[in-house]
């Protein structure tokens, strides 16, 4: 049972902007942010941005974090045929002192 | 460049023990949180638990406390996740991921896939 709240599917057309949300509570995102990772078919997880809306060296400025209370969102313009993935938040949730994940979003471009 | 590299795919059977290995190179691996992820087959990422190597400091999610054992070798720089008596139920790709200086996940393993199967 994941711990942030993210919906099971998007689809979207090609170049259009696909926006992914993550959803959790005062523990976790409302008080530390989400990170958010990206993993296509048989490959590990890749880190996209930190929960600080940074994006690691080499990560597509098509791609941009931000948060607005509880909620956590992922923001992907021109949209690409390889941006269709499973897509995942990250938080840490100082109730649990734990990681928690949200369960994943497939991105489907069209 | 920072690397993890974890051992080979797995087959076991019922009630035997394992331990997988997660190798860190190209940073400091005693001053990094290192730790370990669950994904069944097509489901989602699950956290389990991370160690510190610098002191072994380690957390467990409350999922798997008291059902796996994370260990390190900081002489070796090497992560590992152990079972005592592996159940069907933990077939899955397991993977390693450093924690940065934010977040968890900032470089992942390949993944070890553990199959349990009579």
């Known amino acids: 049972q994941a711990g942030l709240t993210q919906p099971p599917s998007v689809s979207k057309g090609l170049r259009q902007t696909a926006t992914l949300t993550c959803t959790g509570n005062s523990n976790n995102v409302g008080s530390q942010g989400a990170a958010w990772l990206q993993q296509h078919q048989g490959h590990p997880p890749k880190f996209l941005s930190s929960r600080n809306n940074n994006r690691p060296s080499g990560i597509s400025e098509r791609f941009s974090a931000s948060r607005s209370g509880n909620t956590a969102s992922l923001t992907i313009t021109g949209l690409q045929p390889e941006d269709e993935a499973d897509y995942y938040c990250s938080a840490w949730d100082s109730s649990l002192s734990a990681w928690v994940f949200g369960g994943g979003t497939k991105l489907t471009v069209l | 460049e920072v690397q993890l590299v974890q051992s080979g795919a797995e087959v076991k059977k019922p009630g035997e023990s394992l331990k997988i290995s997660c190798k860190g190179s190209?940073?400091?691996?005693?001053?990094?949180?290192i730790g370990w992820v669950r994904q069944m087959p097509g489901e989602g990422l699950e956290w389990m638990g991370i160690?510190?190597?610098?002191?072994?400091?380690?957390k467990y999610s409350p999922s798997f406390q008291g059902q796996v054992t994370i260990s390190a070798d900081k002489s070796i720089s090497t992560a590992y996740l152990q079972w005592s008596s592996l159940k069907a139920s933990d077939t899955a790709m397991y993977y390693c991921?450093?924690?940065?200086?934010?977040?968890?996940?900032?470089?992942w393993g390949q993944g070890t896939l553990v199959t349990v199967s009579s």
């Open positions: 991921a450093r924690q940065g200086p934010d977040d968890y996940g900032d470089y």
């Open positions: 160690i510190y190597p610098g002191d072994s400091d380690t």
């Open positions: 190209g940073y400091s691996f005693t001053t990094y949180w």
